[in-house]
């Protein structure tokens, strides 16, 4: 059976955000007979990420939280991975929903036998609509961020290779961009546009793009 292992930190907005939006992904792998390990809120900290990695068979890793380049954090901006403990990703495919981890991170962990690194080497930018917040799964703003991101874990989930699951979310933020470029334009959107295509710019996926889950 495959598995794989969430980490849903939600202490602010952003980790809030990331959680819902992930939760669909989490319940398209249980309906394909895929092993989820769900680590919510308090439970996104180093100890249980460990334990789980070191004692269960865990092939893809989906970390959603803050970060910089040297590292991906859970609850409470507590770190998870850094490049002290990058070995723990070895034979594994990781996907990182957090700023700049790929930029070094990801780097020392392909250094150290991860089978790929997902992630961006720069910060990873969504805008949301604060009157949304109680709601995020609703939020048409943040879904033309959250959604190519998320595609990406679904893909995967689908039994696409790395290379397929990063092509089809860059191709979502294509088409968001495109969406908002032939609508009214507005100074907000005109901002957004930037953002998604940053976001796009940035995404990275490093190792070997031929591997599935």
């Not at 933020?173 to 907000?188: A, G, M, Q, R, V």
Request: contains cysteine; neutral net charge; glycine residues 4%.
């Amino acid at each position: 059976m495959t598995e794989i292992l969430v980490t849903r930190p939600e202490h602010d907005d952003t980790t809030y955000y990331l959680s819902n939006w992930i939760k669909n992904s989490i319940d398209m792998a249980k309906s394909k007979n895929i092993k989820v390990f769900d680590l919510q809120k308090e439970r996104a900290n180093l100890k249980e990420v460990e334990s789980i990695i070191n004692k269960q068979n865990v092939s893809f890793l989906v970390f959603n939280g803050h970060g910089n380049e040297d590292l991906i954090t859970g609850d409470k901006n507590k770190t998870l991975i850094d490049l002290n403990n990058a070995k723990l990703l070895k034979n594994r495919i990781t996907y990182a929903i957090s700023c700049s981890s790929a930029k070094l991170l990801g780097l020392k962990s392909i250094e150290n036998g991860a089978t790929s690194y997902i992630g961006y080497d720069d910060d990873f930018i969504f805008f949301y609509n604060p009157n949304m917040v109680t709601h995020p799964l609703s939020d048409k703003t943040a879904e033309l961020f959250l959604k190519p991101s998320i595609e990406l874990v679904n893909s995967l989930i689908k039994n696409n290779s790395v290379e397929e699951s990063f092509n089809r979310s860059n191709n979502m933020f294509k088409d968001n961009i495109k969406k908002l470029l032939t609508s009214e334009t507005s100074e907000e959107n005109t901002t957004m546009v930037r953002y998604l295509w940053w976001d796009m710019k940035h995404q990275v996926a490093l190792g070997n793009k031929n591997a599935t889950i």
